[in-house]
């Protein structure tokens, strides 16, 4: 599945789940950027071993939303009990308190503290700096237009960026930034949850469509557009929608920059 070697200078992408909804053949959102940042936690458990998985130091949340969360108790397992540097997770004050008042809670899981998590090995960070810089790469989040603390993540290493739009509806600051980028951006992986037709729905619920991205991606011209987070059960129709120029995702691919 991977190819190219650690040593070089690019910056490496794998896509280890991006779906919308977990049906067979997609999982949800985990993206592996460089085997040791991971973006989501939504399918990293499942798809990695456990010597890759204690190779990942930083976890970055876009949102709290069970899509992009539900693998985290099985990689804080893998990770934490194991690994001597432990595990840094990352996300805005509202995920961080969802995570540890809602899913960490002692009802749908044990606390981090009856985990035995609370020595350090585990620790659940509120990004307070809009740019973060971790083993080479800058991250920068960006308020994302979806669930109350929900994040777009820019990750950039030396010249080259790469954004992950997160789950959000069409937003002006998250384009604007980009194209201030301009063609050091080189993949831009954006969500594309509902097909054209569902335009209404995918605002009202703080998502896009190909149609909404397309409108959005004319003012660029040396990046790649990925379409991510298809829902499972419109996926056909949404790659239909995919205009010429743009790419899509579903899970294993692996890029690199
Ligand atoms: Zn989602
Ligand atoms: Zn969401």
Redesign the pocket.
Known sequence: MLNGSDGGKGMKIRILGCS?AVAKGYN??SILVNDNVLVDAGSAASELDFTQLRMIGNIFLT?A?I??IKELPFILDAICSQSSAGLDIWGSAITIEALREHFFNGLLWPTLEQLGLDSGKCRFNVMTEEIMEIDGLKVKSIDALHSPGAYSYIISQSDKHVIFSG?TSCNKALFDEALSLSDGLKLFFV?A?FPDSMNDIAGLSGHMTPEIIHSEMKHFKDTRFIAY?IKPRFFEEVLKDIPEGMEYIKGGEVFEV
């Open positions: 919308g949800t959102t949102h939303h899509d992009h789950d969500e949850s987070h």
